[in-house]
């Protein structure tokens, strides 16, 4: 399972910096708290769909972007 967290935060890591936003930013237009974002991106938390969707709404990608390629 930790596996699995860990790629989920990369990618959402990933798509953040292509984005051009700071991790302080992103988590303001995703309305999650920066210390937790953190946690996310680190792949310390598991998340849920509807943090999965609070995420790709800021990023405006689907959900599946966010997952696509992690097994």
Do not use: P
């Amino acid at each position: 399972m930790k596996q699995l967290q860990t790629s989920i935060g990369k990618k959402i890591r990933e798509l953040r910096i292509e984005a051009g936003l700071s991790q302080e930013a992103f988590a303001d237009r995703a309305q999650i708290h920066r210390n937790h974002m953190g946690e996310i991106e680190r792949g310390e938390v598991d998340v849920t769909l509807s943090l999965l969707m609070k995420v790709a709404q800021a990023l405006d990608v689907k959900v599946s972007k966010l997952v696509q390629g992690i097994a």
